[in-house]
């Protein structure tokens, strides 16, 4: 059993969705918190409620976490304000739906930055603390798209699976040291993510709420376990791989992400 009270906990992408129920659901289990997002305005919000409501600690730290130095400047604004995060959730990410060679360079290149740099570069930063104590957990938020390969969303799926592989990895390396590692894979969550993209439609399935998403992580991170997946249908989703040739499942992935218009495309972070 984690034991949350009087703990603390960073968030990245804090400021809405999933990470913002994160935020709201461990400030009621007594933890203190560290809130990461480019935005104030929500951050100053979201800290102000948990505080009146769960009287507990809130740190805000404003941060466009697809800058390459980012993660250093937010590991040493919690070392300068002398806190020791218990717990890392790296839940900062960007999806952009579009052809490969449509997008721009740029804007795919802040996509890997986001989605692997920076939570590579916390985990590391913070996981040498976690070492020295001898305790400590970090949840990585990947996704199911990291089981297979997405069009119009290459560079999303790739990141994912990174994500899914090195946080694996890191859980072997870790759990002698007493530092636990999850990784936890959503499905289709009904966050900003969709709307900012112009669509309603996950285009694979029912959205969740965030909290049921929440939910299952912090069981995980309970148990213990390496790995999970929010919900029965998205875990045989995520197999899909097992049951058909990978062409074959390319091609189906193809056609259920293809657009009416590849011209209509929008990126949101979270």
Request: glycine letters at 8%; one cysteine or more; hydrophobic letters at 40%.
């Amino acid at each position: 059993m984690y034991d949350y009270k009087g703990k603390t906990a960073l968030i990245t992408g804090a400021s809405s969705g999933i990470g913002k129920a994160f935020a709201h659901e461990i400030a009621g289990r007594g933890m203190n918190l560290v809130l990461v997002a480019r935005s104030e305005d929500k951050l100053l919000r979201l800290a102000e409620d948990l505080k009146q409501n769960h009287h507990i600690q809130v740190e805000v730290v404003v941060a466009d976490l697809s800058k390459e130095e980012s993660a250093q400047e937010v590991y040493d604004t919690v070392k300068r304000n002398q806190q020791q995060v218990d717990l890392l959730i790296n839940n900062a990410g960007i999806v952009t739906h579009g052809l490969f060679a449509e997008k721009t360079l740029r804007s795919q290149q802040d996509e890997i930055r986001l989605n692997v740099y920076t939570p590579v570069s916390l985990s590391h930063l913070f996981i040498q603390d976690m070492f020295r104590r001898g305790q400590g957990a970090i949840m990585n938020v990947a996704s199911t798209g990291g089981f297979q390969p997405m069009p119009y969303r290459a560079i999303y799926s790739a990141t994912k699976a990174f994500l899914i592989n090195w946080s694996e990895a890191v859980w072997a390396e870790a759990k002698e040291k007493g530092v636990s590692i999850v990784t936890l894979c959503p499905g289709p969550t009904d966050t900003n993510i969709y709307e900012a993209m112009g669509t309603n439609d996950s285009g694979v399935g029912k959205m969740v709420p965030p909290e049921h998403v929440v939910h299952t992580g912090l069981r995980a991170l309970e148990k213990q376990q390496m790995t999970v997946i929010d919900g029965r249908s998205n875990y045989w989703i995520s197999q899909a791989y097992r049951f058909f040739p990978r062409q074959t499942l390319v091609n189906l992935m193809y056609r259920m992400f293809h657009p009416k218009s590849t011209r209509h495309r929008k990126k949101t972070s979270f």
